[in-house]
């Protein structure tokens, strides 16, 4: 009798034993790590959703709003007072951290996209009425004049000092291309700072995941399919990534049954033209995955996936082609799956055919 009780006391002790170290290691056992606090805003012109995991989430998410507001007011082009406009009204400037940070990087992305990546920009979108929504499609004296604005060697920007000024009157910087992805990055920075282990970020379909979700699991991440509303194209399996997509379906106008884009191509002046209907990267790094999603855009399938096999390390990409079909590069095979569109792999090998 007493070796029987010792026995149902003993299987006792070691399932609440078991128990506990289930609830020790799933941090999904622990209902204030796994309950979701969301927060919607509109904010960079765009709509917000952020989800934040664990007791510190509704101070996190304040965090993050106020940064977003922040970024937003120094950033702006469409607001006279910003740092941005500022520097482009006055053609010289001391930058922020932060400004002096998205202009390194927009200069890197560049670099390694053979200028697909202009943070110039900016006359020539004013030029296509893209910046104030009056959209016209410019001459070709106009757009050959605006060219001459892109020219970085007419750029100076110290980065120790942080001192930027334009040698012409009407150079003017565009972070339109690159914001989003920073302020993604910042938002999970503020959310690990916080003591966060999980949360995600959606700025108008631009992804940034932290860590995992609360049961272990990778995110899953869908993608607009542009051509059809209610539908994804694939979701990728993100942990710790940014998933950011880029098209010309985002904004655009259209003249004598012509569509023109917001995405310029720095070497023609025109909406990029490369046959494709959106371009997706995947990346650890949200700020370069931003602007490589706009880059890749304008350099298409086959440049762009030189600049992934030169860079694969860095991050990875999905192009859609306006004949439907997917190019993923191979980092990519196991996190991807397509919802039906047939899928060509990118390969880091030499093609010899
Ligand atoms: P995204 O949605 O990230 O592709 O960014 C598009 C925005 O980037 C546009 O609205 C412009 O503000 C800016 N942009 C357009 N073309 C370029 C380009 N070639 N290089 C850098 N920024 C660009
Ligand atoms: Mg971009």
């Not at 934040?52 to 965090?63: M, N």
């Not at 590069?329 to 010899?352: K, M, Q, W």
Request: proline content about 3%; charged content about 20%; glycine content about 8%.
């Amino acid at each position: 009798m007493k070796r029987i009780f010792s026995w149902k006391m003993n299987t006792a002790f070691m399932v609440l034993v078991l128990v506990m170290c289930a609830f020790l290691l799933s941090g999904c056992a622990d209902p204030k790590q796994s309950a979701a606090e969301n927060r919607d805003l509109f904010a960079m012109d765009t709509y917000m959703t952020l989800t934040a995991y664990g007791p510190q989430a509704s101070s996190a998410l304040d965090a993050a709003e106020d940064e977003i507001k922040a970024l937003d007011q120094l950033l702006s082009t469409g607001n006279p007072e910003s740092e941005i406009s500022k520097l482009n009204h006055d053609g010289k400037s001391i930058l922020s951290d932060v400004s002096a940070y998205l202009l390194q990087r927009s200069l890197e992305v560049n670099a390694i996209t053979d200028g697909a990546f202009n943070p110039l920009i900016y006359p020539l979108m004013n030029s296509w009425g893209f910046t104030n929504r009056e959209f016209t499609v410019p001459d070709e004296g106009t757009i050959s004049e605006q060219l001459q604005l892109l020219d970085l060697q007419d750029m100076h920007f110290d980065e120790t000092t942080k001192q930027v000024s334009f040698d012409q009157p009407g150079m003017m910087i565009d972070f339109g291309g690159i914001a989003k992805g920073y302020t993604s990055s910042r938002i999970m920075e503020i959310f690990a700072e916080q003591g966060l282990t999980s949360g995600l970020v959606s700025l108008g379909g631009n992804v940034q995941v932290l860590g995992t979700k609360p049961d272990g699991s990778s995110y899953k991440v869908a993608i607009r399919d542009p051509e059809h509303d209610q539908t994804f194209l694939g979701i990728v399996e993100a942990c710790d990534e940014a998933v950011i997509t880029s098209g010309g379906y985002e904004r655009f106008f259209e003249d004598h049954g012509v569509i023109y884009h917001h995405i310029l191509d720095p070497k023609t002046g025109y909406p990029a033209d490369q046959d494709l209907i959106s371009v997706t990267i995947v990346s650890s790094d949200g700020t370069l995955a931003d602007g490589l999603s706009t880059a890749l855009y304008v350099l298409g399938v086959a440049k762009g996936s030189e600049v992934w096999k030169a860079h694969s390390d860095l991050f990875d990409v999905i192009f859609l082609t306006e004949d439907h079909k997917l190019y993923v590069s191979d980092g990519l095979r196991d996190e991807f799956t397509s919802n039906g569109y047939p899928v060509e792999y990118i390969t880091a090998e030499i093609d010899h055919t």
